[in-house]
């Protein structure tokens, strides 16, 4: 039986009420960290691109095993309460590499290191399956892909502020790059702390007794699969271009990692103004015709990447940021579209099919090792070809639209 009880709303609409769950979603960006922490961790340990992708799989694997298991097991201890155990094992994952790079060296170090990516994504998979739902409580309706994107909107701050963190505490703080894992753990412990005292009401779920076979047979419903699919593909080219976009600069320009590591900011700055512009532009426009802008907007980025990877003397710089500034803009609000397609079409069970949502973040762990050999093969051309895959699904969901506009009882 779910340990929530069905009360009259009230506390959990206020504002008060949703400043530490939107708070919470900038805690959920810390898990974009491992982008900027694999691009100093593979000279310092002398890693292929290969075999520094297996870093990101390490973090992103955990969204295939716990999402599930978290849907089944949110709906017995409540939403808030899986979202503050989440954050308890992400101030794990940022107190490892503190303690790696002051007390460790070498190989130990590394291993505190892959322990720490690991925690990384235990933590984020368990927040990303409870905070989406419990966005429901102050919103319905038409308006959730609007209220999900300013979630993401908030979560991009932590990811754009990374990248800029690291740099500074390389340069400035004799090479300390992971200083910026000592301030997101004070900004966690407060976000724990306030979400913990938070206070909002839960209704019970209307399925009393979910289990991890039920949550798997809702594949079978055509408009949870696409949307499962969509998240997968979205992520991919998320923490692929991440990961990869400074590589893809620094082969076919020269430049330091110092500099080319600002492709990232420059990608999340531009995921950050795509969520603020969705938060306001969804409320009034349609999921279909918002789809398809971003798929079209996705399409226009790799094919600037394409066409900056094949010139092979001088190719202008100016093109891969225009490619980068395009992919963290189109990119930004296909997560919320998808998410909230799938939960309105099955109200009764938002906490299995967020679930089984969230387990669609498997993307960041099969995209980036696969971008990664095809780079080490073909070069970065092949990275893109592979991240190429993901763009074309949204675009192809985007022009069908109507796939996902047949809802089904559950």
């Known amino acids: 039986m779910s340990a929530t009880t069905a009360q009259p709303a009230g506390k959990s609409k206020g504002f008060k009420a949703l400043v530490p769950v939107m708070s919470a979603f ?20 002398n890693l292929s691109d290969s075999q520094t992708n297996l870093f990101t799989t390490m973090v992103f694997f955990w969204f295939f095993i716990f999402s599930v298991p978290t849907g089944v097991m949110m ?11 989440s954050i308890v094992v992400t101030l794990f994952a940022m107190l490892l590499p503190i303690l790696a790079y002051l007390a460790l060296s070498g190989t130990a170090r590394l291993w505190t290191m892959i322990v720490s990516f690991i925690l990384l994504g235990v933590g984020n998979t368990i927040m990303q399956v409870a905070l989406n739902p419990l966005m429901t409580l102050f919103v319905k309706g038409d308006k959730l892909a609007s209220t999900l994107t300013t979630g993401q909107f908030v979560k991009g701050f932590a990811s754009f502020f990374a990248p800029i963190i690291a740099g500074w505490g390389f340069s400035q703080l004799n090479h300390a790059w992971w200083v910026l894992y000592v301030i997101y753990l004070i900004i966690g412990v407060v976000v ?3 979400l913990w005292f938070d206070q909002i009401e839960e209704p019970a779920e ?6 991890i076979i039920g949550c798997l047979k809702l594949l079978g419903n055509r408009v949870v699969l696409l949307c499962f699919l969509g998240i997968v593909c979205h992520v991919g080219i998320d923490v692929g271009i991440n990961a990869q976009a400074p590589r893809i600069l620094m082969e076919h320009t020269g430049v330091p990692l110092a500099i080319a590591g600002g492709a990232t900011s420059v990608y999340f700055a531009f995921r950050t103004l795509g ?6 532009v969804l409320q009034r426009m349609s999921n279909k015709l918002a789809l398809r802008i971003c798929g ?6 790799a094919i600037c990447f394409g066409v900056f990877s094949t010139i092979t003397n001088n190719p202008p710089q100016w093109l891969f940021y225009v490619a980068v500034a395009l992919v963290g803009f189109g990119n930004s609000n296909v997560f919320s579209l998808f998410l909230s397609q799938a939960l309105l079409n099955q109200p009764k069970r938002q906490n299995e099919v967020s679930g089984l949502m969230i387990m669609g973040l498997i993307g960041g762990a099969l995209f980036p090792p696969i971008m990664g050999a095809a780079s080490d093969a073909m070069g970065q051309i092949g990275s893109i070809i592979i991240m190429a895959i993901g763009v074309a699904y949204v675009m192809i969901v985007g022009l069908l639209y109507r796939l996902l506009e047949t809802r089904k009882a559950a």
Do not use: Q, W
């Open 75 to 85: 709906h017995r201890i409540g939403k808030r309460k899986t979202a503050v155990l």
């Open 26 to 45: 900038f805690v959920m960006g810390f898990v974009d960290l491992v982008g900027t922490a694999t691009n100093y961790i593979k000279p310092e340990f």
């Open 192 to 194: 724990c702390v306030a």
């Open 206 to 211: 209307e399925v009393t007794n979910p289990t």
């Open 275 to 280: 969520c603020f512009t969705g938060s306001i």
């Open 296 to 301: 079209g907007i996705l399409v226009l980025s």
